[in-house]
């Protein structure tokens, strides 16, 4: 069985207006310009981790829909801080090949998809409610033979960066204790963070490490502490899912046109 190719989107921070700007940023040019060289892997699977729309508007996901679906493939979904639930839930769980916040097959691997959306957060902190805990616990009871992906939109390890830090995945204890019982467990990928991040984490001794990765926004990025290539270029992530449980990633940046309206 060949690797299955899964592509990361996050933080697409999509405006009703498509003209309009996000801190000097156009989200909708930008994200053009990175599908563009998504459908270029022809990837099996286009894993969507949150802040899909900036300020949870239908046009915004309208957009989204049209604009993602022309990749081709299955699209796996879950929400970020930005995002209105219930709206999002409406406009793409109905979408042929459009699937949000349950289990799905990746070839010889499984995703879970996780809501860590706080509602009333402060200042875009997450949270896993006690339903989403026991969810994912029986989903990893029910099958352990199979080499299994996490994704949430908030981080769930520190980042290094001051105020990014203080809005992570409040009870990110919870989530690594249940990750530690079982050993199929083999990579967490999130959002939120803005910027490139890997770390691999033993949590259990004698098992194998689960590798953690963030991902770079589609628009608008964050400086991480060690300065990496092309820093400010809008990403993606990629990643190769191998059938003997092994996986490789990296993040591709895109040079975008900024194109001004006004
Ligand atoms: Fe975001």
């Known amino acids: 069985m060949t690797a299955f190719t899964l592509i990361q989107i996050t933080d697409t921070h999509l405006l009703a207006d498509p003209t309009a700007q996000l801190l000097g940023c156009n989200?909708?040019?930008?994200?053009q310009?990175?599908?563009?060289?998504?459908?270029?892997h022809q990837p099996d699977g286009v894993l969507l981790t949150g802040d899909l729309a900036d300020q949870g508007e239908p046009a915004a996901y309208d957009a989204l829909v049209a604009a993602v679906s022309t990749i081709g493939c299955p699209i796996?979904?879950?929400?970020?801080?930005?995002d209105d639930v219930a709206q999002l839930q409406a406009q793409v769980g109905a979408q042929p090949q459009w699937y949000g916040l349950q289990a799905v097959d990746l070839g010889a691997w499984r995703l879970l998809l996780l809501n860590s959306v706080l509602p009333q957060a402060k200042w875009g902190e997450g949270y896993l409610a006690a339903d989403q805990l026991y969810?994912?616990?029986?989903?990893?009871?029910?099958?352990?033979?199979?080499?299994?992906?996490?994704?949430l939109h908030h981080h769930p390890v520190p980042t290094g960066i001051d105020w990014v830090d203080q809005m992570p995945v409040q009870n990110a204890v919870d989530l690594l204790a249940i990750l530690a019982d079982f050993a199929q467990v083999r990579v967490v990928v999130f959002g939120h963070i803005h910027h490139e991040l890997e770390e691999e984490r033993l949590l259990t001794p004698g098992a194998a490490p689960i590798s953690f990765y963030g991902c770079p926004s589609?628009?608008?990025?964050?400086?991480?502490?060690?300065?990496?290539?092309?820093?400010?270029?809008?990403?993606?992530?990629?990643?190769?899912?191998?059938?003997d449980w092994s996986h490789q990633?990296?993040?591709?940046?895109?040079?975008?046109?900024?194109?001004?309206?006004?």
């Open 249 to 262: 990633t990296h993040v591709q940046r895109v040079q975008t046109q900024v194109v001004a309206y006004d």
């Open 218 to 243: 589609t628009c608008l990025q964050v400086s991480p502490p060690q300065p990496v290539p092309n820093v400010d270029l809008p990403g993606f992530r990629l990643l190769y899912l191998n059938a």
């Open 27 to 31: 989200p909708w040019q930008t994200l």
């Open 33 to 40: 310009d990175c599908l563009r060289q998504v459908a270029l």
């Open 135 to 151: 969810w994912l616990r029986q989903e990893l009871a029910n099958c352990r033979d199979r080499p299994t992906l996490v994704a």
């Open 76 to 82: 796996y979904w879950l929400p970020g801080n930005h």
